[in-house]
Each structure stands twice: as C-alpha cells, then as structure tokens.
C-alpha cells in the first residue's frame, strides 16, 4: 500500500493557490497476499484557489474515477471526473475531498 499525506491550512499561506497534499492507497480486490514492491506513483495534484473559493484536481494519467467533496460529512461537490473544479459553498470550514477509481483512492483535508 502507498501513501502520501497532507493536510492544508488556507491561513498559513499569502499565495491565492494552496497545494493540498493527498493520502493515496492502492485498493487490493483479490485477498491473496501481494509481494512487497515499490509504491504505486500516481501523477496527481490538487490546488484550493482561495480568489475563486474552488479545489482544482489535476490528474496525469489512464484511470477513470470520480471525486467527491464533502464538508462536515455531507456532499456539497461531485464530479464524475477526475480532472475537475470543485466549488466551494462557503469560506470556511473543514472539507475532505475523496478520489475514487478502480485502483486506488485519494483522500485531502483543506480547513479554511
């Protein structure tokens, strides 16, 4: 399993683009055990643009997923697509965003 983690703070920073930092992980539908290898790289990237209030999604790569947003547990974004602009109801709060496809996950804080 692979991961990266981060966790973004909109206060911390003077720049109008924040990089989120992610958490991936492979996701193992087969339970037989794998052999030990070097983590999975996944070319992706996510902004807050604190002028427009939205998370941009930059994904360099063949899998398909959606991504979901979600403030306070409740789903205030979604888009089928993993290169995608995310709007953000309101300017403060603690979003998580959840990336999805059928071979590994994405997960990011952002608290304003």
């Known amino acids: 399993m692979m991961a990266f983690a981060f966790l973004a703070s909109a206060e911390e920073s003077n720049s109008t683009s924040i990089p989120l930092v ?10 037989s055990p794998k052999v030990h290898r070097a983590p999975m790289r996944i070319n ?17 790569g063949e ?8 403030l306070s547990d409740n ?3 979604y888009d089928s697509t993993i290169n995608t602009t995310l709007s953000l109801p309101t300017s403060h709060g603690a979003y998580r965003i959840e990336i999805v496809t059928d071979n590994w996950t994405a997960e990011g804080l952002l608290k304003l």
Request: glycine letters at 6%.
């Open 44 to 60: 992706i990237e996510a902004w807050y643009n604190s002028d427009s209030n939205t998370i941009d999604i930059i994904y360099d």
């Open 75 to 77: 789903i205030v974004g």
């Open 63 to 70: 899998n398909e997923g959606e991504v979901v947003l979600y």
């Open 22 to 31: 992610l958490e991936a992980s492979t996701i193992d539908n087969n339970s």
